[in-house]
C-alpha cells in the first residue's frame, strides 16, 4: 500500500516510546490478569482432571449401608454409558501416630487400575503384607520406605470359641447375619511406596485445614487379599464418555447426572431389595446352619462329657487303689523300718550291751583281778587283822572274864551273904510264915532281881565306861546306855517297890505276921529286897557271865568265823583267780563269737537296710507317680470342669447368638444406597470451589486493570493526536481519508496493545499459573501440573483489551477527526480558564499565596486528568487497603475465633473405649478448671441442590448450655441460645449448602444414618463449620446419646497448655487432644495462601500507580510543555519548575487517597466475600495502621513518579518548546 | 464558466456568543492554468478561502465550484478523495512529517494518488535530489518548502493552493520557490493560487484577488505577469 506511510506509523512507534510502553505494559498487565488468574484456575481444573482420568478415578460411587455384591456390580455395568464397574472394599483401622494413635482408612489396590493412586515413590504393593502410604503418615511418624507399619483393628475379632485341648473340643460359631465387616488379614505391613490418593489431593496445610475432609486421618492401600471381606465397601463406575470431557465442565456433570438417575430409577430399588433379600435369605440359612451345627456339636459334647466322666472316675479308682497299695507299702516299710530300727537299736544294743559287757566282763574280770587281787590284800590285811584282833579279843575276853569273874565272885558273895541273912531270917520265922514268905520271897526276888540285873549291868557298863579313854567316841553310847539303863534301874527299882505280887505277898505274909514283925518285914522286905537284888545281881552276873560267855564264844566264832572266812576267803580267792582266767579265756571267746554275730548282725541289718532303701526308693516313685497321677487327675478334674463350664457358657452364649442373630435378622433395616459423584470428594469440591472463588476475584482485577487500560490509552492516544494535530491537518489536506489517519492511531495502538496482549498472554498462561501453583500446592498435592491454553480466553483476553484500548483509541481520534483540516492545522484553542469556586470566597483567595492559586487553578482546568489521577491513586490506594486489610482480617480472625467463638482451652476426644472414665479423669486433674462433656462427631449436611458439606457436631447434653464454651451470636452480635429442636449452624456453611435459618437440613452421619434437623438459627464463626444441638435432639434423631469428648478450662499458664495437650494426646484413651492455645500459635502458618494473594494485590497496586500517575503526569507535562517552557524562561528554577508540577500531583494524590481509603474498605469486604474460603468465614477487620499504610504507600509511589517526571521537567527544552507549531 | 468559482462564500466562527466571520460573502474566480496571487492583510480571510477551496474547511454559506463540480456539497468521503486527487497544498510552516525523509514525505503524498508523479523525479525537480534522505529536522527552512512543494506537485494534482509559501523563507530562497511556482504553472498547466500579504509579488500572478475583511475587494487579472526573476522587493 504505502510505504511511506507505514514507515511513518512505525517511525510514530519508535518516537513515542514512553507512551508506546506505557499502553503495552497496561495491556500486559491488563490481559495477564484477566487470563491469568482464568488459566490458573482452569490448569488447576485441568491438571485434577489429568489426575483423575490417568488414576481412573471413579465418576461415581455407589455405596450400601449393607454392603455391595458382584450381583451390585454387574447391574451397575450393565447400565448404558457405564464403561466400568467395580468393588473395592475400605476397612477403617488405628495405626501409632504421633505419640497416640491416628485414624487410618485402609483400601484395596484395583485389579483394573481403577481409582489407583499415583505413585511418588518406591513401589505399589505387589506382595500380601505390603503398603502403600501417603505422604502426611509418612510426615506424621517420621517414617520411610521400608519401615513396618501395624495396624490395630478397630473391631474385635469376631468371638470365636476356643477349642479346648485334651478331649473335649467343641466349636460354635454364628455369624452376624446382616452385613459382614470388611476386616484385616494381617496387622504388620511394609512400606513399600509413597502415593497420593486421587481421592483426596488436599495437601493438608492452611486454609483447607479448616475444612473437615473426612474422618480418619491417613489413607493406606493395600493388595485385596490383605483385605478379608464378603462384600464391597462402594462400588465405583466408570463412564464410557466421559474421559475427554473435563470432570469440571457442565457436560461432566450432566452425564454424570444422567447415569446417576439412571441408577436411580432403573437399578436401585431392584438392588436394594435384592440385597436385602439376599441377606435375609442368607442370614435364615445361616441361622438355620447354625443351629443344626449347635445341636450336632452339642449331642457331640454331651458325649464327649460322659465319656471323659468315666475316665475320670476310672482314673479316680485306679488311683485310689493305688493308694491302697501304696499304704500298704508304706506301712510295710515302716514296718520293715521299724524292724531294723529295733534291729539295729537291738544290734546296737547289743553290740553296746555286748561290748559293755565284754567290757564290762573285762573290766570286771580286771576288777576282779584287782578285786582278787585287793581280796588277797584284804585276805591277807584281814587275816593280819584277825590274827590282831584274835589277839586283842582273847586278851579281852580274858580281861572280861577276869572282870565277870570278879563280879561274880562279888555277886556271889553278895547272894551267899543274902542267902546266909536270909536264912537266918527265915530260920526264925514261923513255920506258917514260910511259905508266905517263900512267896514274898518269890516275889520279891521276882521283882528285885531287875534291880540286881540292872545294878550289875550298870556297874559293868560303868566299868567298861571308866576303861574307855574320855575322848572315846563309846563314851557318848555307853553314857547313853548307861543312862538308860540308869533309868531301867530306877524303873525296875520303882516296880520293884511297887510291885504288886510283892505287896501282895507282903501284904499276905504280912497279915499272917504278928504285929510286931513289922520291922521284920521292913527287914525281911530289905532282905527280900537284897535278896532279890543278889539273885538279880547273881543271875545278872550269871546273864553276864553267860552273855559274855557268850560273847566270848560268839567273838571266838567270830574270829573263828573271820578265819574261817578269810580261809575260805582264800579258797575263794583261788577260786577266783582260776575263775577269773577261766573268765577271761571265756570272755576273749565269746568276745570273739559276740562280735562275730553282732558283725553279722551288723551285716544283716546293713542288707536289710539296702533292701529298705530300695524298697523306700520303689516306694518314692511309687508315691511320685500316684502324686503325678494325682496332679493329672486333678487337672484332669480341673479341666473337665472347666471345660464343662465353658461348654455350659459357649451353649448359653451360642443360644444367645442364635437369638441375637434372630433379632438382627427381624431389625435389618432395608437396604439404602448412596450414590455419590466426585462432589462428595471433598478435596475434588473444593478445587471446584476454590478455582471458583478465585475466578470470581479474577473477574474483578481485570475489570480494574480493563478501566485503567481504556483509561490509560485514551489519554494519550488523545495526547497524541494533539500533539500530531497538525500532523493529522497534514494528512486530511494531503487526501488521506479518515480511515488512514485512524488506521495509523489504531495500528500504533494495535501495535502496542497487541505486543502487550502477547506479553500478557504469556505472563497469564505462564507466570500467573506458576505463581498460583504456588499457592495451589500449599492446598493441594497434583503431580503434574499442566498448563493450558484456553481459546475463549486466550483470544477473548486481548481481544478483549485490544477492542476496549482501541476503542479507546478511535475516541481520541474521532474528536479530532472530526474537524477539518484546517481547523486542525490551526492551533488549538487553549481552554477557557475557568473560575475555582474557591474564588467565590475571596477572604480566604486572597489569603492564598499566588502560585498556589494557579495550582488550584490548573487542578480544575483539566478535569479529565483531575479524574484520572484521582480515580488511579484511589484505584491504587484502595487496592492497597484492601490487600492490607485481608492480612489484617485474617489476623482478626485469631482472637475472634479463638477467644470469643471457642471459649475453651482445650478439647479432648476419647477412642469410645471407656470415654466416661476418661472424662471423669480429665475432671479430676489439677489442670483442668472446668469441664464439659459434649459429643462430637463428623456429619454431612446435604443441602438443595446436593451439595453436601462436612461439618462438626456438637451435642450438649440436656441441661448444659454452651455458655461459657462457644460463643454463640447472630449476624448482628446478639447471643444465641441452643435449645430443643432449635440447632445452631455456622453460617458458612449454611452459605455453601445455600441454606437460611431457620429452616431443615438433612444431615448424614458416620453411619450413614440421615435425619432431618430443625435448625433454628445462624451463628457467626470464623474457621470450622459446626452443628451445635441438644441430646434430646440427638437422641430424637440418631439415638444413644453418650458424650465421647470434653471441652475444659485449664488453670494453667497458656505457655504450658499446648504441652499439656500433648501429654493427654499419647494416653491410649486419648484420640485427640487439641490446645486452642497451639491452635493460635499455629493460627499464621495455615494463611500462607492468604500472605501470597496480600503481596499480588500490593504488587499491582504499585503497578497500578505507577502506571497511572507516569502516563498522567507525562500526558500533563506534554500537554503544558509551553507553559512550563515560559515559566522556565521567566526564570522559575529547576526546583520550582518541579514544585509547580508536583504541587499539584500531590495535591491529586492526596484526594484520590481520600478516596480509596473508604473505596478499600469496601473492596476488601467485597473480596473477602468473593474469595470465599473453604470454611472459612473471615471477618472484615481493617487496622487503622493499614489505612495509615496504603495511604503512605501511594503518596511514595507518587512522590517516586515525581522524581521520574522532574527529570523529563528538566529536559523541557525551553527554545524548542516555545518554537512549536502552535 | 470559470474553472475555479468562488460564490458568496460565508464562513461563521461561532465561538461564545459572537459569531465572527471570516469570510463574507466572499466570490472570485479563476480560470485554469492560471497563477493567482490573493492578498490581504492578516486576518482578511485569505487563510480561510484557500482552506475552504482545498476541501480543508468547510463554508458556512456560499458556493465553490472547482472544474464545475460543487465543493461545498461534498461529503465529508468527497473532500477527502477531492483533497487526494485535485488538490496540492503547500502551507506556511511546511507540515512535513517529521519522522519521513524527505523523499519519504513526497512518496506519502504520491502513492495515494492514482497518476502521481514520481517522488523522487519531482524532488529533483525542486532540486533537492542530494537531500533525499535528510528528515525534515535536518533541512532547512528553504529546503522544507520545497519538500513541501514537492510533496504537493507530487500529487498531480489540479489545483496548487500555496498558502504563504515563502512567509517562513528568506529573500532568495522564497523568490526560487516562487520562481519554481510560476514554472510549473507554466510547465505543467496546472492552476496555482498563491497566498501572500506581500503586495510586492502582484506582478508575477495572472490575476490578483485581494481581500479585505472577508471580502474580495478586487480581481485584477494580468496578462503578461512578471517572471519572479524581475521582480525585486
Known sequence: MNTAYRKDVRRTIAGHKKRFFSLLIIAALGVAMFTGLQASCRDLRLSADALFDSQKLFDIRVQSTLGLTDADVAALAALDGVAEAEGGVSVTADTPAQGGTGKAEVRTLSDTGLNQPYLLEGSLPEQSGQIAVTQKYLDDTGAALGDTLTLIPEEPEEEQEQPSADEEDWDVQVEDTGAAEPALARTAFTITGLVLDPMDVNSGGTASAFRVSSNTDYTFFVLAQDIDSEVYTAVYLRLADTAALNCYSDAYDDRVAEITRQIEDQIQAQREQARYDQLQAEGRQTLEDARQEMQDEFAQADEEFADAEQELTDARAELDEGWAELEDARAELDEGWAQWQDGQAELAENERTAEKGINDAAAQLEEGRAQLQSAGQTLDDSQAQLDASRAAAERQLADGQARLDAGMAQAQAGLESAQAAESAAAGQLPGVLTPLWEAWKTAAIAAWSPVGEATVQIESLQTQLDALAADDPQRADLQAQLDGLNDQLAQAMAAAQSDGATAAARQAFEDAMPAETAETAEQLAALAQGLGTAQGAVSGMQAQQAAFDEQAAAARAQLDAAQAQIDAGRAELEEGWRQLNDGLAALDEQAAEIRGQIAQGKTELQDSLTELQDGEADYADGLAELQDGETDYADGLAEYQQNKQDYAEARAEAEQQLADGEAELADLEMTQWYVQDRTSLSSYSSIQSDTASIEALGVMFPIIFFTVAVLISLTSVTRMVEEERGLIGTYKALGFGSGAIYGKYLTYATTACGLGALAGEAGGYLLMPLFMRYIFRQMYTIPRYLLGFDIGFGLGGPALFLAGMLGATALACRSELHQTPAALMRPKSPRAGSRVLLERIPWLWNRIRFLNKVTIRNLFRYKKRLAMTVFGIAGCTALMVCGLGLHDSVVAMMPLQYEQYYQYDLLVAGTGEDDPALLDRLAADAAVEAIQPVYMETVTLLGADGHEESVQLVVFPDGASPEGWYGLVDAAGQPLTLADGQAVLTRNAAQLLGFSAPGSLTVRDTQLREAQVAVGALTENCLGNSLYMTEADYQALFGDYTPNAALARLTIDPEDQRAFADGLRRENEVASATSTQALKEDFTQNFAMMNAVVYLLTGLAAGLAFVVLFTLSTTNISERQRELATIKVLGFFDREVHAYVNKETLLLTGMGILVGLPGGRLLTSWLIGMLSLPAAQVPVAVQPASYLLAALASLVFALAVDLLTNRILDHIDMVEALKSVE | ?233
Open chain 2, 1 to 233: 464558466m470559470s474553472y475555479i468559482e468562488f460564490n458568496h462564500v460565508v464562513k461563521e466562527y461561532a465561538t461564545g456568543g459572537e459569531a465572527i466571520r471570516a469570510l463574507d460573502d466572499a466570490s472570485f474566480a479563476v480560470e485554469k492554468g492560471e497563477l493567482a496571487v490573493i492578498l490581504g492583510a492578516s486576518g482578511a480571510g485569505k487563510t480561510t478561502a484557500l482552506n475552504i477551496l482545498g476541501g480543508m474547511d468547510t463554508a458556512t454559506a456560499g458556493q465553490v465550484l472547482v472544474d464545475g463540480r460543487d465543493v461545498t456539497r461534498y461529503t465529508p468521503r468527497q473532500l477527502v478523495g477531492y483533497r487526494r486527487t485535485d488538490i496540492g497544498f503547500v502551507f506556511q510552516f511546511y507540515n512535513l512529517v517529521p519522522n519521513l525523509t524527505a523523499l519519504e514525505n513526497v512518496e506519502l503524498a504520491a502513492q495515494i494518488c492514482k497518476d502521481s508523479l514520481d517522488a523522487a523525479e519531482t524532488l529533483r525537480k525542486v532540486g533537492l535530489g542530494h537531500r533525499m534522505g535528510n528528515f525534515p529536522a535536518q533541512l532547512s527552512g528553504g529546503e522544507q518548502q520545497r519538500v513541501s512543494i514537492a510533496r504537493a506537485l507530487a500529487k498531480n494534482p489540479k489545483l496548487l493552493l500555496c498558502d504563504e509559501p515563502t512567509g517562513a523563507l528568506d529573500y532568495n530562497t522564497g523568490k526560487q520557490i516562487l520562481q519554481l511556482l510560476q514554472d510549473t504553472c507554466r510547465k505543467e498547466g496546472i492552476t496555482v493560487l498563491i497566498i501572500t500579504h506581500n503586495s510586492a509579488l502582484a506582478p508575477m500572478a495572472d490575476r490578483v484577488i485581494r481581500f479585505k475583511s472577508g471580502r474580495v475587494t478586487d480581481i485584477t487579472c494580468c496578462d503578461a505577469p512578471t517572471p519572479i526573476s524581475q521582480i525585486e522587493w
